[in-house]
């Protein structure tokens, strides 16, 4: 897969950009096919925030390479994988 076959989405105030890799965001759709239904490349500018709603009863990883990300009321700094479920 390309950088150009990949959707993005820009977020609400600027925040930054979400790339689709596989299933679905804001009506973007992502190309690739993959055991899981959603796979995001998501990219927050400094002190911006997202929102985002987990399915009941789905699981989702985060992999933090660089800065500090508040997750939960917890944070998660540099370098960091956690895992969340609903």
Avoid at 9 to 31: K, Q, T
Avoid at 39 to 60: C, F, I, V, Y
Wanted: aromatic fraction near 6%.
């Amino acid at each position: 897969m390309l950088d150009r076959d990949i959707s993005t989405v820009c977020l609400p105030d600027g925040a930054g950009a979400l790339r689709v890799i596989a299933g679905s965001y804001a009506g973007a759709h992502g190309s690739a096919r993959n055991f899981t239904p959603d796979r995001w490349d998501l990219r927050l500018k400094r002190q911006a925030s997202l929102a985002l709603d987990l399915p009941e009863g789905h699981s989702a990883g985060l992999a933090v390479p660089r800065g500090n990300v508040l997750v939960n009321r917890g944070y998660l700094f540099g370098e960091a994988i956690c895992s969340l479920r609903s």
